[in-house]
């Protein structure tokens, strides 16, 4: 059973920066392109970030410049790094397979406001 436990979400204000963590258990994630999504209230879940296991990265344009994604292995954990962070990035935030398509985790809260 894949399971995900997101953290590191926060209150911060504008312009502050964040590091989410994503620990994955019951598969091997490096053999995956892994994602980070979000869902702000009363929208869809959204895709923002992805990484392939041989580091390739995509970002929604949304956070391209702002946000880095990486991953490390060995520990099967992800990380979703936040800079310059906006009002518009206040979501819960998500991690997944690209496909989104393992039980999603609780996942994160993260509010941008001052």
């Known amino acids: 059973q894949v399971h995900f436990v997101e953290s590191g979400g926060g209150l911060v204000q504008p312009g502050g920066s964040l590091t989410l963590s994503c620990a994955v258990s019951g598969v091997t994630h490096s053999n995956n392109v892994m994602a980070w999504y979000r869902q702000a209230p009363g929208q869809s879940r959204e895709r923002v970030a992805s990484?392939?296991?041989?580091?390739?990265?995509n970002f929604a344009d949304a956070v391209k410049g702002r946000f880095t994604v990486s991953r490390d292995d060995a520990k099967n954990m992800m990380y979703l790094q936040m800079n310059n962070l906006k009002p518009e990035d206040t979501a819960v935030y998500f991690c997944n397979n690209l496909g989104g398509n393992w039980p999603w985790g609780q996942g994160t809260q993260v509010t941008v406001s001052s």
């Open positions: 990484i392939s296991k041989t580091g390739g990265k």
